[in-house]
């Protein structure tokens, strides 16, 4: 920007050259000009807020559709986050009794010495169908 004593310069030089009848003539001529440029930079800002609105619009129109597909996707990310601090944990009534490891390993014994007790070696109906 100009300063004040540039300011005064330019006047004083303007008057020297000019002189004092055409001088308020060319003022008043470069206000115009200065109000016409003024004007039209105001259109062309105005015109173009107006497009990039406009632009602003289609692209909210494009993402809302884009918003949607993206919400299932989203919904089951956070449950899956959700369930990753969570153990599973069991919320059923805890058991009284079961077999333990030593019932299991006496059951096979069992099981084991009534085969080898079994003198007949007929062969049963599930082992013929097992054959074939």
């Known amino acids: 920007m100009l ?10 030089l303007a008057l020297v050259v000019l002189g ?5 003539d060319m003022a008043r ?3 115009k000009w200065t109000a016409e440029l003024r004007q039209a930079a105001r259109e062309i800002t ?3 807020e107006a497009e990039v ?3 602003k619009e289609v692209g909210r129109e494009l ?11 989203t919904e089951i990310r956070d449950d899956v986050k959700g369930m990753s601090g969570q153990r599973f944990r069991w919320t059923g009534p805890k058991p009284v009794s079961g ?32 054959q074939t």
Request: hydrophobic share 35%; no cysteine.
């Open 63 to 73: 993402k809302s559709p884009l918003d949607e597909v993206k919400k299932p996707f």
């Open 3 to 12: 300063q004040t004593g540039e300011i005064i310069i330019i006047a004083i």
């Open 29 to 31: 001529k470069i206000g």
């Open 99 to 130: 077999p333990t490891p030593e019932d299991a390993m006496r059951d096979l014994e069992q099981m084991e010495a009534e085969v080898e007790a079994d003198p007949t070696d007929e062969e049963t109906p599930e082992a013929d169908s097992e």
């Open 53 to 55: 609105a406009d632009i």
């Open 46 to 48: 105005a015109g173009l």
């Open 20 to 24: 004092p009848t055409r001088l308020p």
